[in-house]
């Protein structure tokens, strides 16, 4: 995912940042983003396979 303890920490909410998700729920929403965005690339990628023969 590309992360490291400078991001992991720079998005820890701050009290004053309380529209920040905390680091855990951040970094579940970015997995599923992913999960979701690799289905739909594989499921693309077997509809235009499918069409070519």
């Known amino acids: 995912m590309g992360l490291n ?3 992991l920490i720079k998005n820890i909410p701050n009290k ?3 529209w920040k998700a905390p680091v855990k729920d ?3 929403n970015m997995y599923d983003k992913g ?3 690799s289905k739909r690339k594989a499921a ?3 509809k235009d ?3 070519s023969i």
């Open 26 to 28: 951040w970094i579940h």
């Open 44 to 46: 693309q990628q077997n």
């Open 16 to 18: 004053s940042e309380m």
């Open 35 to 37: 999960q979701r965005k």
């Open 49 to 51: 396979s499918s069409h």
């Open 5 to 7: 303890p400078k991001s």
